[in-house]
């Protein structure tokens, strides 16, 4: 079979991501901070954007006409269908996902444009994206036309305020709290050296390992003995614990420092720490030949001491969430409206509209290109605001029960129902309610709370929702008696009862979802 070269001219289709419509689809995914952080991005890469209230150019002639004074323009506040009681929309945001995913692009393009023509603004015509795509006459487009993003009512000036990384403060960790406890001890110069060895092999639990007199002898060319004497010195210093090669170790240096330094807890604590963990105490208090009440008695000093004697300096940081919709009960209706709080109201520079008129040239075309973007950019906003609250207002349909009574009347729904229901891709729905949060007379959750698989109701009645059932888990539990817990197979049958029918390893995976023990780890002997 010969092989050759040739050319040849074909026709075919094929599906493009353009830059705007991969930037929609990255706006679509954002959190509301994330948006915010985008937003101020761009008013400093794109002069032509500037946020409303924001004081024009000294040279900057004032205009006469209110009508382009670029006040009025893009509304990204969503109107409210016919005969609906929610109010529009107001401004939002969240979380960042980079994989555009190329799969059903063409849906995702046809849900961003739906999400606006079905209800285009009154006020200001926005333009095509064909519009958008070519080139602009934006001399005599910009006399009829101005885009902004509108103003938050009663919106809180932050003006005056200091920025936010301003008023930050990091904990310090506790490496460094144990360095600077060296540093305020009387170390020889001989001994600094080799103690903040040590420190470096610190876990975020406040251990060492097994073998740190030999990993730091072996590093420092010294005797194992030098760093044994520095180790048990460092054993004594803030947090009690700290520094300790094993949990027995640990427990017993807070334990010489409590007023409860008894032999039986001493005991318990070299020797039985296995037997306690499984609650085998018959057998602890057989072999130290003691009544089991003092084993109980025992138990209750082991527990107030630290496991972890680290956890203080190596805590979390508290994640706060800034809900991108709220829903709330007026009468007898729920109203949606979108947070804007914190995003920029960006409107098309009027300086720049002025400088668009006496320019030419290599000046007219940047112009011309960053108007391009920025009128794409808060378009698609827009498109992004009204995603949103379309497919809130649709959960809002299918879980009217929840909003009304609470967790456990939540209903099975996939993102199918959803899709179907306002008539975009499944992947569209994904995007919106990935990461993206509501504030709802129950709490705040996370849009994708809402879509759980089914349970079957053995009483033939309406399916039950997976996180309604791990619901009722968690409450059982809850009120169990703790001498006596709930096995899986009696949470099974307690469920039963309430025409939820699940398997036993159903509800044992629920309960490990939960973080709940097995009963006999729950169960309480003292």
Not at 71 to 84: F, H, N
Request: include cysteine.
């Amino acid at each position: 079979m010969a092989f050759e070269l040739r050319l040849q001219q074909k026709m075919s289709q094929q599906l493009v991501m353009t830059p705007q419509l991969q930037q929609a689809i990255k706006l679509l995914q954002l959190s509301h901070l994330e948006l915010a952080d985008v937003l101020r991005q761009e008013m400093e890469e794109n002069p032509i954007l500037e946020e409303q209230g924001h004081e024009s150019q000294p040279d900057e002639a004032p205009r006469s006409d209110p009508e382009n004074d670029g006040l009025m323009g893009l509304d990204t506040a969503p109107k409210a269908p016919e005969g609906s009681t929610e109010p529009p929309s107001e401004g939002s945001a969240d979380s960042a996902a980079e994989n555009l995913a190329n799969t059903a692009t063409s849906e995702i393009a046809n849900d961003l444009t739906k999400s606006v023509s079905d209800n285009p603004s009154e006020n200001a015509p926005e333009p095509s994206a064909k519009e958008l795509e070519n080139d602009i006459d934006w001399e005599a487009y910009l006399e009829s036309q101005s885009y902004s993003l509108p103003a938050s009512a009663g919106g809180t000036n932050f003006d005056d305020m200091p920025a936010f990384d301003a008023t930050l403060s990091a904990p310090g960790s506790l490496i460094e709290h144990m360095r600077w406890q060296v540093q305020m001890a009387d170390f020889s110069e001989k001994e600094l050296p080799i103690t903040m060895r040590i420190i470096e092999e610190l876990n975020d639990d406040g251990y060492v390992p097994e073998d740190i007199c030999d990993i730091v002898a072996e590093d420092l060319e010294i005797s194992p003995e030098d760093v044994e004497v520095l180790l048990l010195r460092l054993q004594s210093f803030e947090p009690l614990g700290v520094a300790a090669r094993n949990l027995r170790e640990s427990l017993l240096i807070q334990l010489a420092e409590t007023p409860y330094n008894q032999s039986l807890v001493r005991d318990i604590i070299d020797r039985f720490l296995p037997q306690m963990e499984r609650r085998n105490y018959q057998a602890v208090a057989k072999e130290l030949k003691v009544p089991l009440a003092e084993i109980g008695e025992a138990l209750k000093v082991i527990a107030h001491l630290e496991p972890r004697p680290g956890r203080s300096h190596n805590e979390k940081q508290a994640e706060y969430i800034a809900p991108d919709i709220y829903v709330k009960r007026v009468g007898d209706e729920y109203v949606i409206l979108q947070n804007d709080d914190g995003l920029p109201k960006l409107r098309i520079s009027n300086y720049y509209r002025k400088a668009l008129e006496g320019s030419g040239g290599e000046t007219k075309e940047f112009i011309q290109d960053k108007m391009r973007s920025a009128a794409w950019l808060i378009r698609s906003i827009h498109m992004r605001q009204r995603t949103i609250y379309r497919v809130m207002e649709s959960i809002l349909k299918f879980q009217q029960d929840f909003f009304e009574k609470g967790v456990e009347h939540l209903k099975p729904l996939v993102l199918k129902d959803v899709a179907e229901d306002i008539e975009m891709h499944e992947s569209t729905i994904s995007r919106v309610t990935t990461n993206k949060y509501v504030h709802t007379p129950q709490g705040i959750f996370e849009l994708k709370y809402f879509f759980n698989s089914s349970i079957s109701s053995s009483g033939g009645g309406d399916d039950v929702a997976s996180e309604s059932v791990r619901n009722h888990i968690k409450n059982l539990v809850a009120t169990e008696d703790p001498k006596k817990p709930l096995s899986d197979q009696k949470l099974v049958q307690l469920l039963a009862e309430k025409d939820i029918k699940v398997a036993r390893r159903t509800v044992a995976k629920y309960r490990e979802m939960l973080n709940i023990q097995s009963s006999s780890r729950r169960k309480k002997v003292f």
